[in-house]
DNA sequence: TAAAATGATACCATATTAGTATCATTTTGT
DNA sequence: ACAAAATGATACTAATATGGTATCATTTTA
């Protein structure tokens, strides 16, 4: 049972590696010389985060990424959502199989007791957050 | 993001099932009756959770599956480390990327944190509460 | 105007999950 | 005794998700 899989692992280690360098425009070679991860990979990646409003991208000959939000305000759970899709712990698992089909599900309401405190307990770590980490 | 897969799944409902029939011996083939589930799957199933100490087998002719323990004392999070291995949310991401070499990591803190959450907010979900929802 | 960047997109590889198939062994009802 | 009815063991296949590549077009600016 994976919480975090490469892309969101790889995200997050380039979006720290962004905020550390200040508010500068970082491209991607830098990030791949200094995360020695995929580059066509990362690539995509940093696509993704540019489409979802995580980073903003320049084109063209001194391009780059950059943060388009505060490091505090990017949150591992964004993240994983956006890699991992939502937290569906929720949802049915057992097909009307064994909740009362007039009412709401006991189980439904616990596993979305879980999932809250899943979202809870992950929204304090951000970006920021793990930038000052200031580990190696 | 799927908490629970279709072997943790069928492995609940076989127990449920097996739970409300009483304290007899349910012989795999009633279970897939009643369930309508894929049968070489389900008995696969079975195995395992007679070799982890959920289930008791009976070979021969009248044999099948009881409960090794008493329904209030299997819980969900045993079944889905069962079949989905340990809650290694805390497992390291970053490959000593972020946290100082030195001493302990916060991320992996907060990480721990979320999987104690997790575990103690399934724990208290057992075939015999899921069995007494009474659905159809 | 060419170099250096990102955008778009289609593809391939590997791992995990889901499901099948076959045959051996044990037990027991008749 | 013995066949029927059950589980045990194990190897295989299929589908999906994850991880990763490759290629070419477009934009920008030194
Ligand atoms: S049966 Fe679907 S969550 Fe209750
Ligand atoms: S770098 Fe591994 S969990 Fe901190």
Redesign the pocket.
Same mark, same amino acid.
């Given at each position: 049972m994976?919480l975090i899989? @490469? +892309?969101t692992d790889y995200a997050v280690r380039a979006l720290i590696y962004i905020s550390r360098s200040g508010k500068r425009i970082v /491209?991607?070679?830098e990030l791949i010389d200094a995360l020695v991860v /995929?580059? /066509? =990979?990362l690539? @995509?990646i940093? %696509?993704i985060l +540019?489409?979802k409003g995580v980073l903003k #991208?320049?084109? !063209? @000959? #001194?391009? !780059? =990424?950059e943060l388009a939000r505060a490091a505090e305000e990017i949150s591992l759970v964004d993240l994983i959502e956006i890699f %991992?899709g939502q937290f569906t712990l929720a949802e049915c698992l057992f097909r009307r199989k064994i909740c009362p089909n007039t009412g709401t599900c006991a189980l439904r309401n616990s596993l979305s007791v879980v999932e809250e405190k899943v979202v809870e307990q992950l929204k304090p770590i951000t970006v920021k957050s793990l930038a000052s980490f200031n580990g190696r």
């Open positions: 994976k899989t @490469k +892309n /491209p991607a070679s /995929p580059r /066509p =990979f690539r @995509k940093l %696509q +540019n489409k #991208s320049y084109k !063209g @000959k #001194s391009g !780059g =990424f %991992q």
